[in-house]
């Protein structure tokens, strides 16, 4: 029962920084672990991201490790990825994911967002 709606993408000069938000529906929000998936052209959807029900837990790709933050609100109903020192590797649509468990492997999520671009300008 989880509806998600990505928010906060645009273009930024690298060195920027941006936060995305990731906002749900529904009353279950707390029961699902979240995670932030990106897709550049021509490339595999790729982790980047999750956190635990309670947000106490968090696991990221080596690639955004210490630049990147998740964390999240559940009376908000949302998720957020804290996105610094942004590279023009970064460039991609980013989504937002739910699953039932701890995971980092993308088919394991039963729940997507629409997305949201990110460019990153050099």
């Known amino acids: 029962q989880a509806q998600l709606v990505e928010s906060g993408g645009g273009l930024v000069q690298a060195g920027g920084s941006l936060r995305l938000s990731c906002a749900a529906s529904g009353r279950t929000f707390s029961s699902y672990y979240v995670g932030w998936f990106r897709q550049a052209p021509g490339k595999e959807r790729e982790f980047v991201a999750t956190?635990?029900?309670?947000?106490?837990?968090?696991t990221y790709a080596d690639s955004v490790k210490g630049r990147f933050t998740i964390t999240r609100d559940n009376a908000k109903n949302t998720v957020y990825l804290q996105m610094n020192s942004l590279k023009s590797e970064d460039t991609a649509v980013y989504y937002c994911?739910?699953?039932?468990?701890?995971?980092?492997?993308?088919?394991?999520?039963?729940?997507w967002g629409q997305g949201t671009q990110v460019t990153v300008s050099s």
């Open positions: 956190i635990t029900r309670g947000g106490g837990t968090t």
């Open positions: 994911a739910a699953s039932r468990q701890f995971t980092i492997i993308k088919n394991e999520y039963e729940y």
